[in-house]
T-cell receptor, first 110, second 115 residues
Framework: DAKTTQPNSMESNEEEPVHLPCNHSTISGTDYIHWYRQLPSQGPEYVIHGLTSNVNNRMASLAIAEDRKSSTLILHRATLRDAAVYYCILRDGYNEKLTFGTGTRLTIIP | EAGVTQFPSHSVIEKGQTVTLRCDPISGHDNLYWYRRVMGKEIKFLLHFVKESKQDESGMPNNRFLAERTGGTYSTLKVQPAELEDSGVYFC?????????????FGPGTRLTVL
């Protein structure tokens, strides 16, 4: 799987939007961009995924750059419960496995 | 609907002993995965079952680790004999379908400590 680069940590105020960046300059045309997060003392959980177009679901939005070399996970209104480590993962059509990097540790300030 | 469950939640054993971890996937999920995070490292894939068959075991670290999924329901991961470097958190995940768009549902993990 292609490599992703994320900031180690970010902070945001409660009830404000959060933009979590991910760089994936070596992404191939068939790689999907997946985001998972891991809340404290829990296993990872799926957040969202996309290929080329921006995506929205009940948890978040995913904005994908036109050249697909970067993407941004957007939490529209952060709550304390969103404090977690967020992982940006590229998946190709050949591997079922998820390849986790170091992720971004998001801290929400009340 | 119950999520992925793992047992035990914690296990403390001595070096050289045997430990067996259990994972119960979400009912109806044919795909089952094992991952682990050892101290200070990233979460790493261990292996993938489709029903009772091992589809990909490329992440298994060595032959001290044995995973089984008899009957295609729950799975066990046995470590024999355990070494200090096996300490970490072992996660199980399941998914209903195969493919790169599948959402994997993770259990809470088993924290293994080898003394």
């Amino acid at each position: 799987d292609a490599k992703t680069t994320q900031p180690n940590s970010m902070e945001s105020n409660e009830e404000e939007p959060v933009h979590l960046p991910c760089n994936h300059s070596t992404i191939s045309g068939t790689d999907y961009i997946h985001w998972y997060r891991q809340l404290p003392s829990q296993g990872p959980e799926y957040v969202i995924h996309g290929l080329t177009s921006n995506v929205n679901n009940r948890m978040a939005s995913l904005a994908i750059a036109e050249d697909r070399k970067s993407s941004t996970l957007i939490l529209h209104r952060a709550t304390l419960r969103d404090a977690a480590v967020y992982y940006c993962i590229l998946r190709d059509g050949y591997n079922e496995k998820l390849t986790f990097g170091t992720g971004t540790r998001l801290t929400i300030i009340p | 609907e119950a999520g992925v469950t793992q047992f035990p939640s914690h296990s403390v054993i001595e070096k050289g002993q045997t430990v067996t971890l259990r994972c119960d996937p979400i009912s109806g999920h044919d795909n089952l995965y094992w991952y682990r995070r050892v101290m200070g490292k990233e979460i790493k894939f261990l292996l993938h079952f489709v029903k009772e068959s091992k589809q990909d075991e490329s992440g298994m670290p060595n032959n001290r680790f044995l995973a089984e999924r008899t009957g295609g329901t729950y799975s066990t991961l046995k470590v024999q004999p355990a070494e200090l470097e096996d300490s970490g958190v072992y996660f199980c995940a399941s998914s209903q379908e195969s493919g790169l768009l599948n959402e994997q549902f993770f259990g809470p993990g088993t924290r293994l400590t080898v003394l």
